[in-house]
């Protein structure tokens, strides 16, 4: 009885079971002339198909159908549910001839197994849906790689503003004498806006190309805004920058250049207020050159620091940035 | 201390800074013209040059202050070692490549 039963099963299900595999497996001639015999005939359906989901031996032609319903359904939900019922198949299929002939050792297996199950992990909509993910996964994290790389690159070259707890405390008093012969200190510069450069006469390259820079800018920004700067030099090198020196010096750059010298101790007042590093170097008799920081100050009419341009500034680029500064502080 | 000279000195005004850097134009280019040829004559901060260009040499010296002499002297040798390790040691150079700035190779 049991046997002819189990055959009964074995020809529906392999039935069933053909009408699905048969485009899939290539070996289901092999697997059908199998399952012709008995024996291999539940082996056939042991892992190959199934035909219920629950257990019982009864209710095994009752589910046929409901197992076909459950392709029905799984067919709408996912592409090749062939495969995924295949799967299925073989993962209950074990199950329910083991509640049929066992206990219930895997009851916690059969449990799951006695809900509705759609299709195995894998099909061609998870593996759509993988894709999609991945490569959007992907493409998020490209552009966000692209954003962050752009930002870096525009923070070192943009200018940022000043934090908004003060400036810099750079300036303040200083006592000089001008290119006349007059005495200076820094209240006669209030009222108008200062660009100052450290530098000295003897100096090869440098401080010329510097000065020619810094009053051609002026010019340019008298031109555009018409607004005055105020050129301002001061000497780093005291001793041999007498008054006549820096005269005729300055003279040649522009007529609105001041330019400042005084003595040792004054000069290193005023650089300790600015912050210039200036130091004798190649010291050879009497002749010697003067190290000293290539930096341009601007200063606003009150006298207080706005910014400073290095040599890295051309012409335009120093116009451009005392124009905003100026347009700034308005 | 006051200047010892008293006087203005001339040579760093306009005028003479222009007649400076001509003839160190001038010198320069000598150089740079022999550059073939074994340099005999040793200038200041460790600078040689053939002796092709002495003459040019000379008058340099004596449009240029000293100091800026050995200024120049010194910009130029530093020019020149960093054109040399610019242009050879390929050989001992591996890839030298950036991180990729993107995922997907453009």
Not at chain 1, 150 to 171: D, F, H, Q, Y
Not at chain 2, 54 to 61: G, H, M, N, T
Request: aromatic share 8%; charged share 30%; with cysteine.
């Amino acid at each position: 009885m049991g046997s002819y039963r189990g055959l009964v099963r074995g020809m529906i299900g392999l039935k069933r079971c053909q009408t699905i595999l048969q485009p899939l497996h290539r070996r289901s001639p092999q697997l059908t002339a199998l399952s012709r015999t008995s024996a291999s005939g539940t082996l056939f359906n042991r892992y190959l198909c199934s035909v219920s989901t629950t257990s019982g031996g009864q209710s095994d032609t009752k589910t046929l159908p409901k197992s076909d319903y459950d392709k029905g359904k799984g067919d709408s939900g996912s592409g090749k549910t062939d495969t995924s019922e295949g799967q299925s198949d073989t993962k209950t299929l074990p199950k329910s001839d083991y509640d049929k002939e066992k206990g219930d050792s895997r009851s916690g297996k059969t449990g799951s197994s006695k809900k509705d199950v759609r299709g195995g992990p894998v099909s061609w909509l998870s593996l759509i849906l993988l894709l999609i993910t991945g490569g959007g996964i992907v493409v998020y994290f490209d552009r966000e790689k692209k954003r962050h790389i752009e930002e870096l690159k525009s923070r070192t070259s943009s200018v940022k503003p000043g934090p908004s707890a003060g400036t810099a405390a750079i300036g303040g008093p200083f006592k000089l004498v001008d290119h006349n012969g007059n005495i200076k200190t820094d209240k006669n510069f209030l009222g108008k806006w200062t660009l100052i450069y450290f530098g000295f006469t003897h100096c090869p390259d440098i401080c010329p190309d510097e000065l020619q820079k810094m009053v051609t800018a002026i010019d340019k920004i008298k031109e555009k805004t018409k607004m005055e700067i105020v050129p301002v030099f001061i000497s780093v090198d005291p001793e041999r920058d007498t008054v006549e020196q820096i005269h005729d010096y300055v003279n040649e750059f522009h007529p609105r250049l001041i330019g400042l010298t005084g003595k040792p101790d004054e000069i290193r007042q005023v650089a300790r207020a600015f912050r210039v590093y200036y130091m004798k170097t190649d010291e050879q008799d009497s002749d010697y050159l003067v190290d000293h920081s290539i930096v341009m100050y601007l200063m606003n009419p009150k006298m207080e620091f706005v910014k400073f341009f290095g040599k890295n500034y051309d012409v335009d680029t120093l116009t451009e940035g005392i124009i905003k500064e100026i347009t700034a502080h308005k | 201390m006051g200047s010892n000279q008293g006087g203005v000195m001339a040579d760093v005004l306009s005028k003479g800074r222009d007649n400076c850097y001509k003839a160190r134009d001038a010198f320069y280019a000598c150089v740079e013209k022999e550059a073939d040829k074994q340099p005999t004559e040793i200038a200041t901060a460790g600078l040689l040059f053939p002796s092709q260009c002495k003459q040019s040499r000379a008058l340099y010296v004596s449009s240029c202050r000293a100091s800026w002499v050995r200024h120049f002297d010194r910009q130029f040798c530093a020019k020149k070692r960093v054109q040399r390790l610019l242009d050879s040691d390929d050989s001992r150079r591996g890839p030298m490549t950036l991180p990729q700035p993107s995922t997907f190779k453009t």
